[in-house]
């Protein structure tokens, strides 16, 4: 791979490079704090995601939840308020299509006894007919409570980004890493916040090419440039390690 190809692959559009850089003095124990078993930078022991909401959710939770919401026999204006934090995945006409789904589930999936007659489709439908019906009561509550129905849509609103962070580095006072799509800013302010750190925080998407730069000091957000094009050179050669003859051959940078 030619470092042309290098510098195209670095940039996809589907990830972000972050970069904290950590000032003062006090900021160990907060990186103990961020530290869990799979990742020295875990989003999740700094903003956790609800412990009762799933990654994602199997036939089962669906069909249970249409069949759920139809029982509380809600009218139209009640069930479309209770949909609305989540309308661009279920709407009124999608829950009465899942519960009538729900009758057919129970009669070709379930015997009489009310047990699963495939167990080779335990990945989409729970072992009983009486677990499944606890299914859709568990998304119900979920919505209710945090307005989001699984842990990944959860993360999108909370975090500004679904997935943990990857290829994370940690050294001294800077910590590296990367997400798909957008930044954490959400938990790396928490994080600040929490544990009164003065930072800088850069992030760079190569694909669309948007960036910004922000400063903590104290906890506290005191500047936040967004896209400021004083800043492109510089992020490019911290965050990727170009030179200034590879930023003039492949980039427009005036």
């Known amino acids: 791979m030619t470092r042309h190809q290098q510098m195209e692959s670095s940039l996809m559009a589907n990830y972000v490079n972050n970069l904290i850089i950590l ?26 995601t609800p412990a009762s909401l799933p990654e994602i959710l199997t036939t089962g939770h669906i069909v249970s939840f249409g069949h759920y919401l139809l029982s509380l026999d809600l009218d139209i204006a009640q069930l479309e308020t209770l ?36 167990e080779n489709l335990t990945h989409s439908y729970p072992m009983t007919v009486k677990e499944l019906e606890s299914l859709g009561k568990s998304v119900y509550d979920n919505l209710v409570e945090h307005k989001k129905i699984t842990a990944y849509d959860w993360r999108g609103e909370h975090w500004n980004t679904k997935n943990l962070a990857e290829s994370v580095n940690s050294t001294s006072n800077k910590i590296s890493f990367s997400t798909r799509w957008s930044s954490p800013f959400p938990v790396i302010e928490k994080w600040a916040k929490d544990h009164q750190l003065s930072l800088t925080y850069k992030t760079f998407e190569g694909g669309c090419f948007w960036w ?43």
Do not use: C, W
């Open 23 to 48: 000032n003062g003095q006090k900021f160990n124990m907060a990186k103990l704090a961020a530290i869990s078993e799979t990742s020295v930078f875990d989003f999740n022991k700094i903003m956790p």
């Open 83 to 118: 949909l609305l934090p989540i309308q661009d995945h279920m709407n009124v006409v999608h829950i009465l299509h899942i519960a009538k789904e729900y009758e057919n589930v129970i009669k070709t999936r379930y015997s009489e006894d009310g047990k699963l007659i495939d």
């Open 212 to 254: 910004y730069v922000a400063e903590f000091v104290d906890g506290e957000l005191v500047s936040k440039r967004q896209s400021d094009r004083a800043d492109f050179r510089p992020l490019l050669k911290e965050l990727y390690g170009y030179s200034d003859e590879e930023i003039e051959e492949n980039y427009v940078t005036e």
